[in-house]
């Protein structure tokens, strides 16, 4: 767990900065400056983007995480395996383009009257989804290469800060929505070239093919997994993503706008697991090619256990300052109070219990993956036509919470059934009584004025969680990094370590 630990901590570090960033962007500054349907044609570029260039990879990404192990030989530049790797992004996004030409006709059409902005804007999801498309394979790639720091630094943190420098130009008058907007598209697609000369600093990018390696047996093996990679890999963007779609399509940008602000404080809860999921993923392929299930049954539990701890620590906070948000944002996002809380409970669980996904993927069951994200896709679609006409963008909420929990408790139950692998233990049930303990302890602070008030209701929460889950030694991992930063800071301060 060492590497993992440790670059997950690199990882989570810039992400959370970056999250503390895209907050102040999107949740403090845009809301005051741009009106909802320029912000719900960022968000819905940023959904469609993902959806579009996640299809361009052919589900090679899954051939990356699963059979890279294969390949893997510095002497021989890994056998080409990054040149097969551009060569199916090229074919996957000549793909992606002709179906971008053949559905253009239909959304100009939905969108003309209810959202007329995203149509003058569409033609340049064209190149946004060829950067992120190559972004994609080139930073999977380079995090089973055990990097899983550089990507995360350039689309998560300088994106963001990029946006927050656009942003101000924008409020002061100095820029017009189209030049902020084009800006914002090319910071996107920036964290590409810092991946390349990382990988090249490396000496690890390698445009040599070696087609030879390529036994009929192997050809074989990566169509497969491709086949379903593909499947799977379009479903987990398509549900991560499509509620955005959605509700453009039965409500108007200015819908999206409002979900996009206030789904992002759930956002906050999943960004230890996506630092951990980007290391682990490598790890627990090379222990399904050692068949050490007790490696894996490691990881999992660790992870499960410091994904509550971390998760239940924000969710609580983002529920003791729901007014002091609300009080930030604009009037007309007061309709979006349920959109956080729904979506910040559903992605608290989703987060415990998501390493079974990545686990699923790169054994031999990656097939039920296909299985699961077809019945999850299915669910998604009912209830967001049940649901999103009727109850707007509370139900959207409702309607992509249900299904991402239901496709991570498939995921569970299949490992734990098959290789008895379980990642939840009685142990949580300890870390939500400290998060209960910690929300009472707060909600008993007196209400004050803003600041103040987020300052000391907030620190009341951490103080009372990390008093409780250091003293009750709920996590070896995290009070042993509690340890050594103590050791760390008494170093600095010159005080000798007994």
Same mark, same amino acid.
């Given at each position: 767990?060492?590497?993992?630990?440790?670059?997950?901590?690199?990882?989570?570090?810039?992400?959370?900065?970056?999250?503390?960033?895209?907050?102040?962007?999107?949740?403090?500054?845009?809301?005051?400056?741009?009106?909802?349907?320029?912000?719900?044609?960022?968000?819905?570029?940023?959904?469609?983007?993902?959806?579009?260039?996640?299809f361009?990879?052919?589900?090679?990404?899954?051939?990356?995480?699963?059979?890279?192990?294969?390949?893997?030989?510095?002497?021989?530049?890994h056998?080409?395996?990054?040149?097969?790797?551009? /060569?199916?992004?090229?074919?996957?996004?000549?793909?992606?383009?002709?179906?971008?030409?053949?559905?253009?006709?239909?959304?100009?059409?939905?969108?003309?009257?209810?959202?007329?902005?995203?149509?003058?804007?569409?033609?340049?999801?064209?190149?946004?989804?060829?950067?992120?498309?190559?972004?994609?394979?080139?930073?999977?790639?380079?995090?089973?290469?055990?990097?899983?720091?550089?990507?995360?630094?350039w689309?998560?943190?300088?994106?963001?800060?990029?946006?927050?420098?656009?942003?101000?130009?924008?409020?002061?008058?100095?820029?017009?929505?189209?030049?902020?907007?084009l800006?914002?598209l090319?910071?996107?697609?920036?964290?590409?070239?810092?991946?390349?000369?990382?990988?090249?600093?490396?000496?690890?990018?390698?445009?040599?093919?070696?087609?030879?390696?390529?036994?009929?047996?192997l050809?074989?093996?990566?169509?497969?997994?491709?086949?379903?990679?593909?499947?799977?890999?379009?479903?987990?963007?398509?549900?991560?993503?499509?509620?955005?779609? @959605?509700?453009?399509?039965?409500?108007?940008?200015?819908?999206?706008?409002?979900?996009?602000?206030?789904a992002?404080?759930?956002?906050?809860?999943?960004?230890?697991?996506?630092?951990?999921?980007?290391?682990?993923?490598? /790890?627990?392929?090379?222990?399904?090619?050692?068949?050490? /299930?007790a490696?894996?049954?490691?990881?999992?539990?660790?992870?499960?256990?410091?994904?509550?701890?971390?998760?239940?620590?924000?969710?609580?906070?983002?529920?003791?300052?729901?007014?002091?948000?609300?009080?930030?944002?604009?009037?007309?996002?007061?309709?979006?109070?349920?959109?956080?809380?729904v979506?910040?409970?559903?992605? @608290?669980?989703?987060t415990?219990?998501?390493?079974?996904?990545? /686990?699923?993927?790169?054994?031999?069951?990656?097939?039920?993956?296909?299985?699961?994200?077809?019945?999850?896709?299915?669910?998604?679609?009912?209830?967001?036509?049940?649901?999103?006409?009727?109850?707007?963008?509370?139900?959207?909420?409702?309607?992509?919470v249900?299904?991402?929990?239901?496709?991570?408790?498939?995921?569970?139950?299949?490992?734990?059934?098959?290789y008895?692998?379980?990642?939840?233990?009685?142990?949580?049930?300890?870390?939500?009584?400290?998060?209960?303990?910690?929300?009472?302890?707060?909600?008993?602070?007196?209400?004050?004025?803003?600041?103040p008030?987020?300052?000391? #209701?907030?620190?009341?929460?951490?103080?009372?969680?990390?008093?409780?889950?250091?003293?009750?030694?709920?996590?070896?991992?995290?009070?042993?990094?509690?340890?050594?930063?103590? #050791?760390q800071?008494?170093?600095?301060?010159?005080?000798?370590?007994?």
């Amino acid at each position: 767990m060492g590497i993992i630990i440790k670059q997950s901590v690199r990882g989570a570090f810039w992400s959370y900065l970056g999250i503390a960033i895209g907050y102040i962007n999107v949740g403090i500054i845009m809301p005051q400056f741009f009106d909802t349907a320029q912000i719900g044609l960022v968000q819905i570029f940023i959904a469609l983007s993902l959806i579009f260039s996640q299809f361009a990879t052919l589900g090679f990404t899954s051939v990356i995480n699963r059979m890279f192990p294969i390949f893997r030989d510095p002497v021989s530049q890994h056998n080409g395996f990054l040149v097969l790797a551009l /060569i199916t992004g090229l074919a996957g996004l000549a793909v992606s383009t002709l179906g971008f030409f053949l559905l253009k006709p239909w959304i100009v059409e939905s969108n003309i009257e209810k959202s007329a902005l995203f149509v003058d804007y569409l033609f340049w999801l064209l190149p946004l989804i060829g950067m992120r498309l190559l972004f994609t394979l080139l930073d999977n790639y380079n995090k089973v290469l055990y990097d899983a720091v550089t990507g995360t630094f350039w689309l998560d943190f300088m994106h963001k800060l990029i946006n927050l420098f656009l942003i101000i130009l924008f409020a002061l008058g100095w820029i017009n929505f189209r030049f902020f907007f084009l800006g914002y598209l090319l910071s996107m697609s920036i964290p590409v070239f810092p991946v390349i000369h990382a990988l090249m600093r490396r000496n690890e990018f390698h445009l040599r093919p070696d087609f030879a390696f390529l036994k009929p047996a192997l050809k074989k093996e990566i169509k497969v997994v491709m086949l379903f990679g593909m499947i799977n890999g379009f479903s987990g963007i398509l549900l991560m993503n499509v509620d955005k779609v @959605l509700v453009n399509q039965f409500l108007s940008l200015d819908e999206v706008g409002i979900f996009g602000v206030c789904a992002l404080f759930a956002s906050l809860i999943r960004v230890p697991f996506n630092s951990i999921s980007k290391i682990a993923v490598g /790890i627990i392929a090379e222990s399904w090619k050692r068949n050490d /299930i007790a490696h894996i049954r490691e990881i999992y539990q660790k992870s499960a256990l410091n994904q509550a701890i971390a998760g239940t620590l924000i969710f609580v906070g983002i529920l003791v300052n729901l007014d002091n948000i609300f009080e930030i944002l604009p009037p007309v996002y007061s309709q979006g109070r349920n959109v956080v809380i729904v979506y910040s409970a559903g992605m @608290l669980v989703v987060t415990i219990i998501g390493l079974a996904g990545n /686990i699923t993927e790169t054994s031999s069951l990656f097939r039920f993956t296909t299985l699961f994200m077809g019945v999850s896709i299915v669910i998604q679609f009912v209830l967001s036509f049940l649901l999103i006409p009727r109850f707007g963008i509370t139900g959207a909420a409702w309607a992509t919470v249900i299904t991402l929990v239901t496709n991570s408790m498939f995921q569970a139950g299949l490992q734990k059934i098959v290789y008895g692998i379980a990642g939840v233990n009685l142990r949580l049930l300890l870390v939500a009584g400290i998060g209960f303990v910690s929300f009472v302890a707060a909600y008993m602070v007196p209400r004050l004025s803003l600041i103040p008030d987020i300052l000391i #209701r907030s620190s009341v929460v951490v103080l009372v969680y990390f008093s409780l889950t250091y003293f009750l030694k709920v996590s070896i991992d995290l009070n042993q990094l509690i340890r050594d930063i103590i #050791r760390q800071l008494m170093g600095i301060a010159g005080i000798k370590h007994k």
